[in-house]
């Protein structure tokens, strides 16, 4: 009994919620004529509204996680450092939390709005830029220590990476146009023709992956095994 | 004063933006006291921001609908279930999560992968096929071919991958394909420096202009 | 250095050095800027003739980048904001990631509305940030004010003058996406270009992600596709330089170190297989 509500009908629910998208896809045209299109659109739009509700009950789970990983780090550290990293972890996010219920504009009584915009311009700002911006010197490094011709195709790689990264640099725009035309040449034709072949194999597993989803083949996202 | 006071506020988050910045970059040299402490600010800071957020969008796109004013009562279901998912973390009634993330799954996975088939699949093929009957110069000729023939040959490396299918005399299909895949990785390459200097100097900007305030 | 060759030592260059020397080549052009010219590539071109030539009353969609992107994507969404704000059409701004919203604020701290005569609500609104990826691309197509119940504010929908008339995706002319995310970009393809091919998508990625778009704008489904680095000839063709022109420059400077740095490591390399040990 308990596996029908436990596993069988999160299925159903998954089947069905699909059905209804595929539905709507399928038979709504875009000008609606007849009263059951109209209803199957209702129950489309509200469904998709649904699932975007709940996506942010998803983002919880972020808060919940990082938490759980981090008392268990205080409680186990051996170091005082250590402890105080996971400790200052803790009052960053809860000074977010708390600025955020009430700073952020969505809310209803918004006494720290000020402080929710001081705190996202010079706290989350500089971190989240500066994260993806300092690759550039791991980036650097690689090209010269890992861009070299040792096989026939490291050098077919190397010869394009290297003219492409001339083409993207302005002096080179402005002085050796036959830079732009070959790049531009390689980017429209065999580039689009390579990547065109890995995106349409990538798509069809991918449609294949959702249409098992659907049909309860594929259970990854129910978690853990019952 | 309130003119000062906001001034030196303002001032006050520069300087910590930049230590922040700094922080960060300076584990390129070695990890750090200086970047572990940045690093932990960064989880702390975008846990607590998207949760404030996702607060904010629940309020706005779920309880606006009951209160103050009810508008659909059947939105009651939705929170109910969210709420229902954090039984996720309960030993025994950990299944109730289920049921919110089926919802999510069901429709996010339909509504992309349905669109997929005409987005990804069919317009890519009717594009790389009547590109065949395009007229032009020898170039783009010579370059609508090769184009056909990069396709071809990168959709068998990945569609066929029965190893008989990559052996013997098919086996220049693939490889063909590997090469045009390479050359096609070498633009890719270019493409991501060009990106990761990009997103440095936008921050290399703001440590010297302001931050240090050096004329511009 | 004693009993080194030079190969060695070129092969064999320290991490450090190498760091160093890409950040003074970018430091240096960003405090003495070199003024080479910035000539239109055909992307920027093809971006501002689909701005320019957009029909009075035009309701177009911006969904704007995330905050860690910002750096990158500044100086496009800057000039972009100019030119569309200086053209009579009205603007919904959207954001697909949490963080979005603060980079709104910022951009509007650049731009401002009013210099061109525009009004909150009534040529432009921010309807916030929707979880959700596609599916929220989808809601917005499907049933506008149902998948917005009020702006990023939360001022009712009902309150915003300009919002009264929209309906779904057929009122939309143009959506606008910058992005750094790949589910983004091909996203708003499938959930509304696929749907109703006659709006034309503008589409700025990282440079990085240009491959991958391309095969989508070879197609016809992207009508303008443009990497986030030549922001500044944006701004030299509607002639508000910003950020972007002074980037030119220390993209010349770091590039020309990289290709400086790939010779050296290529030719130590291939004289040390070629049992050459040069000069000790």
Known sequence: MSVLYRRHIPLAITFICGLIILLQFFFVPANITEPWQSSLQYYGVTLTNWANLLANFIIGFGVVNISLIHARRIMRAKSWVDKFYSIWLFIVMAAFIVVGLFGYPRMWWTPLAANWDWLQLYVLTPLDATVYASLVFYMASGCYRAFRARTLEGAALLVVGFLSIMYKTPLFQAYAPWVIKTIDWIAKYPAVGAYRGIQVSAALGAILLGIRTLIGVETGYLGRRD | ?216 | MAGKSIIDVLENIPREVIYTIVLIAMILPLLRPLGLPVPVSEPIKKWYDAIESLPPGSLVLISHCNLGAYPAFDSMQVATLHHLFSRPVKLVFFSIDATGLVVYDTLLSKVDPKAYGKVYGVDYFHIGYIPGGETAMKALAEDFKAAVPSDYKGTPIDQIPMAKDIKDIRDFTMIICFTSAGETSIGWIRQWIVVRPEIKYLCCVLDMMLPTMRPYYEAGQVAALTGSAPGGEYEFLIGKPGSGIKKADAFTGAQLILLVFIIIGNIASIAKRMGKGGVR
Request: charged fraction near 10%; charge should be positive; glycine fraction near 8%.
């Open chain 2, 1 to 216: 004063m309130a003119d000062i006071i906001t001034e030196i506020i303002t001032e006050i988050g520069i300087w910590i933006a930049a230590f922040l910045t700094i922080a960060i970059v300076s584990v390129v040299y070695r990890d750090n006291p200086l970047f572990k402490f940045a690093e932990h600010t960064y989880v702390g800071a975008a846990a607590g921001y998207s949760f404030a957020v996702a607060i904010g969008n629940i309020r706005g796109y779920g309880i606006e609908y009951l209160y103050p004013t009810l508008k659909d009562p059947w939105y009651i279901v939705p929170l109910i279930i969210g709420v229902l998912m954090y039984f996720r973390y309960h030993r025994t009634l950990y299944w109730l999560f289920r049921y919110g993330i089926a919802i999510v799954v069901g429709t996010s996975v339909t509504a992309a992968f349905v669109r997929s088939i005409e987005a990804d699949v069919l317009t890519q093929l009717r594009s790389t096929i009547s590109i065949l009957f395009t007229k032009g110069d020898a170039i783009t000729i010579l370059g609508n071919v090769v184009l056909v023939v990069a396709f071809i040959t990168s959709l068998y490396y990945f569609i066929f991958t029965f190893p008989s299918l990559h052996a013997g005399s098919l086996g220049y299909i693939p490889r063909i394909g590997r090469w045009f895949m390479m050359i096609a990785f070498g633009y890719s390459f270019a493409t991501t420096v060009v990106t990761r200097i990009d997103l440095f100097v936008g921050r290399l900007n703001f440590l010297l202009f302001e931050w240090l305030k050096l004329p511009a």
